[in-house]
């Protein structure tokens, strides 16, 4: 069964400052796709970012970039410049090709301090 | 504006009530998904369904039942309440390998 670990239950950073959010999973998948999304207080499930298994680049989404180590099996997000509205609860999520059966990790609560 | 609908936002039960959970979405996906997230959990998919017709079970399907009639709707029924269906519940509708998420429904069982 495919699996997803946050092993980060809660981050802080500086207001202005980059911080980064860890992710691994398993699957025996060649072709899936990886996401994180945020959920605010008001608790909506907004997408951040997506990777495609099968791109070698890494995806970036203006402030938000991931690092992609495929054989490792990691999935990190970065967040530069951090700023107060990127306070949330930060889920990665997987899902296989062809399919949108998302397993998600546990999260990780990022708090920015002005 | 497009999007998924879910109704309602909030709901309380009685042990053993049933009540069904709503989902709309008018984007004209094939793909829609339950899930239910728990402090710590993460969310966890309950059921889904890849188009009218056609549905299948998720990681906690006990307790849950849905139906696909048509593209637009995808209802959840909870068959007999129990206080470990407490939790949030999401509805997602989905294309290419993106997901969009209804506001979600806060369910206490009592």
């Known amino acids: 069964a495919q699996t997803v670990t946050q092993s980060q239950p809660e981050m802080s950073v500086q207001e202005a400052e980059t911080v980064t959010l860890s992710c691994t999973y398993d699957?025996?998948?060649?072709?899936?796709?990886l996401f994180w999304y945020k959920q605010p207080p008001s608790r909506q499930m907004i997408l951040v970012i997506r990777?495609?298994?099968?791109?070698?680049q890494n995806a970036t989404e203006n402030r938000f970039s991931v690092n992609f180590q495929k054989a490792a099996k990691s999935f990190s997000l970065k967040i530069s410049d951090s700023q107060l509205g990127d306070a949330a609860m930060y889920f990665c999520?997987?899902?296989?090709?062809?399919?949108?059966?998302?397993?998600f990790g546990q999260g990780t609560r990022l708090t920015i301090n002005p | 504006n497009a999007g998924v609908t879910q109704t309602p936002k909030f709901q309380v039960l009685k042990t053993g009530q049933s009540m069904t959970l709503q989902c709309a979405q008018d984007?004209?996906?094939?793909?829609m998904s339950w899930y239910r997230q728990d402090p710590g959990m993460g969310l966890r998919l309950i059921h889904y369904?890849?188009?009218?017709?056609?549905?299948d079970q998720g990681e906690v399907p006990n307790g849950y039942n849905v139906s696909r009639s048509t593209t637009e709707d995808f209802p959840l029924r909870l068959l007999s309440a129990a206080p470990s269906q407490t939790s949030v519940y999401f509805c997602?509708?989905?294309?290419?390998?993106?997901?969009?998420f209804g506001q979600g429904t806060r369910l206490t069982v009592v």
């Open positions: 369904s890849v188009g009218a017709g056609i549905t």
């Open positions: 984007m004209n996906h094939e793909y």
């Open positions: 999520a997987y899902t296989p090709g062809g399919a949108q059966k998302l397993v």
């Open positions: 699957t025996s998948e060649s072709d899936y796709y």
């Open positions: 997602a509708s989905s294309s290419r390998g993106r997901s969009i």
């Open positions: 990777q495609e298994a099968y791109k070698q």
